[in-house]
């Protein structure tokens, strides 16, 4: 059974800096594209950044340039490193994984437990 379990988060007042990890856990053939997602209270779930295997990270406009996403395919890791904080990014982040089963062959999209960040004023 694969797992995502998400570490970091908390409260952080403006202007300030968190990282976020992931680490995949389980029966894992390989990693294929690795990101977070964030959603805040009343709005939809959106994508923050994400990162390929072996390509171009991407990111989501209102986070470019104060969020760098990296990845450790040795360790089966992720991370966010969000920094300029502001209240707006008050959300719960999701970490996302799809990972190609050793069992099945298959490729199956995971998701984290999702971990808190707050922005304060």
């Known amino acids: 059974q694969v797992q995502l379990v998400e570490y970091g988060g908390g409260s952080v007042q403006a202007g300030g800096s968190l990282r976020l990890s992931c680490a995949a856990s389980?029966?894992?053939?390989?990693?294929?594209?690795m990101g977070w997602y964030r959603q805040a209270p009343g709005k939809q779930r959106e994508l923050v950044a994400a990162i390929p295997t072996g390509g171009t990270a991407s990111y989501a406009d209102s986070v470019k340039g104060r969020a760098v996403i990296s990845r450790d395919n040795a360790k089966k890791t992720v991370a966010l490193q969000m920094n300029s904080l502001k209240p707006e990014d008050t959300a719960v982040y999701y970490c996302?994984?799809?990972?190609?089963?050793?069992?099945?062959?298959?490729?199956?999209?995971?998701w984290g437990q999702g971990t808190q960040v707050t922005v304060s004023s």
């Open positions: 996302y994984a799809r990972i190609q089963m050793v069992a099945t062959g298959g490729t199956y999209a995971y």
């Open positions: 389980g029966i894992i053939f390989s990693i294929h594209a």
